[in-house]
């Protein structure tokens, strides 16, 4: 009995050495059966691990620079918010709408200066055409541009309920830009010499010509209240109370001469 055992034993082991023998053959198998694409594969992971850490790389620095230039941003965005401040502040001293004042200015001279039927005309049909210039350069050296002093929001809510009434402040800056083109209008038939005023402007010509000389006017742009045709300034009550508006706020004054009533632009200070 006891050799029998012995003897089972033995096979047992022997039983044991052969599996275990058959497994390191099919592991030995198993690891050369494709040795050249393993390779491959692990060639590649290797360089899409090394791309990706390339990439991770360029998102740091990436990310660096951005960091680096939020303070730059930072101070860019004060400056334009200060100048958007600075752009709404000088906003509110321009009326939202301004006539073309050179178009109808250059329309009232020139039917002051050159009215209808000028060019049959004896007397400007012999001007020649350099004395015309010869004038120009030195009318213009000795006249400047009548003050646009608009007023803002601020100004015109600061003004009692009744003197303020239905006014804006469109309205009223628009009115100030008509009070400009009558002054410069008037400006320019001062300084015209005669051949190139009309016949019937002559005489408004130098009744401007000698208000312009006494000591309230001289040197002053100014307008008469005759001149008071629109579009946004005319001799009714809007007007009248638009004027009361303006002398309260410093950007005109009055006076009388003879008949005429005189209104005087007056310069910001």
């Not at 620095?61 to 939020?70: G, H, N, P």
């Not at 100048?83 to 001279?109: A, F, N, W």
Request: aromatic content about 4%.
């Amino acid at each position: 009995m006891e050799v029998k055992k012995a003897g089972a034993s033995l096979d047992s082991v022997i039983s044991l050495f052969n599996r275990r023998i058959a497994e390191l053959q099919d592991l030995v198998i198993a690891r050369n059966m494709y040795p050249a694409s393993s390779v491959t594969d692990l060639s590649a992971v290797d360089a899409a691990v090394k791309t990706m850490e390339l990439q991770v790389q360029a998102i740091k620095d990436r990310l660096r620079d951005e960091t680096l230039a939020i303070p730059k941003a930072k101070k860019l965005i004060d400056a334009a918010v200060k100048q958007q401040k600075k752009l709404q502040d000088l906003s509110s001293y321009v009326p939202s709408h301004i006539p073309e004042r050179m178009s109808m200015l250059g329309l009232d001279t020139n039917r002051c200066l050159f009215p209808e039927g000028s060019q049959q005309n004896t007397g400007f049909g012999s001007l020649k055409l350099e004395e015309v210039p010869a004038a120009l350069p030195k009318e213009k050296r000795s006249r400047s541009t009548p003050p646009l002093w608009f007023i803002t929001a601020e100004e015109l809510d600061s003004l009692s309920g009744y003197m303020r009434g239905r006014l804006t402040v469109e309205k009223i800056n628009a009115a100030i830009n008509d009070m400009a083109t009558y002054a410069e209008a008037n400006s320019q038939l001062i300084s015209a010499p005669k051949k190139r005023v009309a016949g019937d402007s002559w005489e408004k010509a130098l009744e401007l010509r000698d208000i312009a000389m006494t000591e309230a006017v001289k040197g002053k742009h100014f307008f008469l209240e005759t001149d008071m045709k629109g579009p946004a300034l005319k001799p009714d009550n809007t007007g009248k109370a638009i004027l009361t508006v303006l002398r309260h706020l410093g950007r005109v004054s009055e006076t009388r001469i003879g008949p005429h009533r005189v209104i005087i632009l007056l310069k910001r200070h």
